[in-house]
């Protein structure tokens, strides 16, 4: 008697089957074989992404009152803290925006708000927000829009970034000598400021995606949803 073969939707069946179990195997070679600190650098991005997208309300209203790109600030806070409000380093930078003490009361003092202690700094994120999307503006003013030399002063101090630009006797001096170095950290944070920005520019969870084009909404929204505890846009100050 001739053996039956097996219908077309038993076959089908069969092989999603075994796609599946492919899928799965290479799953688990990649967690097994994938080396730690890969594993551990794509788990912490990935997580990173979510926490700083879970500050989006406060970016976004900070980016309102300051004009700023609020795709950067959301870089500006994946580089610098991950999205951990209570983050800390090693020289005492603090919170999201990683602030200086010294540098936060003096935003704070601009902006006619309480001088912020350093706990205020890592456990209120609205406030380290709106102080350092202000400092950020601050170094937009003094550096004329020139986003690479803002990302460095904001990493370095612009205290720092003005001493080597001295020494090497331009700006474009010292960064081709950093260039064909290869080895300079801030040139590399600002990348990966930039780089991010494009990353959440490019996932809508910050501003979304309709809304790209023009990320800063109009004084009129402006005024419709303000960072909780704002006080309304600072009076203008003298550029330092």
Same mark, same amino acid.
Do not use: C
């Given at each position: !008697?001739?053996?039956?073969?097996?219908? #077309? $939707?038993? *076959?089908?069946? =069969?092989?999603?089957? *075994?796609?599946?179990?492919?899928?799965?195997?290479?799953?688990?070679? /990649?967690?097994?074989?994938?080396?730690?600190?890969?594993?551990?650098?794509?788990? &912490?991005?990935?997580?990173?992404?979510?926490?700083?997208?879970?500050?989006?309300?406060?970016?976004?209203?900070? /980016?309102?009152?300051?004009?700023?790109?609020?795709?950067?600030?959301?870089?500006? !806070?994946?580089?610098? =803290?991950?999205?951990?409000? %209570?983050?800390? &380093?090693?020289?005492?930078?603090?919170?999201?925006?990683?602030?200086?003490? &010294?540098?936060?009361?003096?935003?704070?003092?601009?902006? #006619?708000?309480?001088?912020?202690? $350093?706990?205020?700094?890592? =456990? %209120?994120?609205?406030?380290?927000?709106?102080?350092? /999307?202000?400092?950020?503006?601050?170094? !937009?003013?003094?550096?004329?829009?020139?986003?690479?030399?803002?990302?460095?002063?904001?990493?370095?101090?612009?205290?720092?970034?003005?001493?080597?630009? #001295?020494?090497?006797?331009?700006?474009?001096?010292?960064?081709?000598? *950093?260039?064909?170095?290869?080895?300079?950290?801030?040139?590399?944070?600002?990348?990966?400021?930039?780089?991010?920005?494009?990353?959440?520019?490019? $996932?809508?969870?910050?501003?979304?995606?309709?809304?790209?084009? %023009?990320?800063?909404?109009?004084? &009129?929204?402006?005024?419709?949803?303000?960072?909780?505890?704002?006080?309304?846009?600072?009076?203008?100050?003298?550029?330092?």
């Amino acid at each position: !008697m001739a053996r039956r073969r097996p219908s #077309k $939707r038993r *076959r089908r069946k =069969s092989r999603g089957g *075994r796609w599946w179990l492919l899928a799965l195997a290479l799953g688990i070679a /990649a967690v097994v074989f994938l080396p730690r600190r890969e594993l551990r650098g794509y788990w &912490s991005e990935r997580q990173g992404l979510t926490r700083v997208e879970g500050h989006a309300a406060l970016i976004v209203a900070a /980016a309102r009152e300051t004009n700023l790109d609020a795709n950067l600030l959301a870089g500006v !806070m994946m580089v610098e =803290s991950r999205g951990h409000v %209570d983050a800390k &380093s090693p020289v005492g930078a603090l919170g999201l925006f990683q602030l200086i003490h &010294s540098t936060a009361q003096e935003r704070a003092a601009l902006l #006619k708000l309480p001088p912020p202690s $350093r706990q205020d700094l890592v =456990s %209120d994120a609205a406030l380290n927000t709106r102080l350092g /999307a202000h400092y950020l503006a601050w170094l !937009m003013r003094r550096y004329q829009g020139e986003e690479e030399r803002v990302l460095i002063a904001y990493n370095a101090g612009p205290g720092r970034l003005e001493r080597w630009i #001295k020494e090497a006797g331009s700006y474009a001096a010292w960064r081709d000598a *950093r260039e064909r170095a290869g080895n300079s950290e801030v040139l590399a944070y600002a990348r990966n400021v930039q780089n991010y920005r494009q990353r959440f520019a490019d $996932r809508g969870t910050i501003v979304p995606t309709a809304a790209a084009g %023009d990320p800063t909404p109009s004084a &009129s929204e402006d005024r419709q949803a303000p960072l909780p505890g704002f006080v309304g846009p600072p009076a203008p100050t003298a550029q330092q």
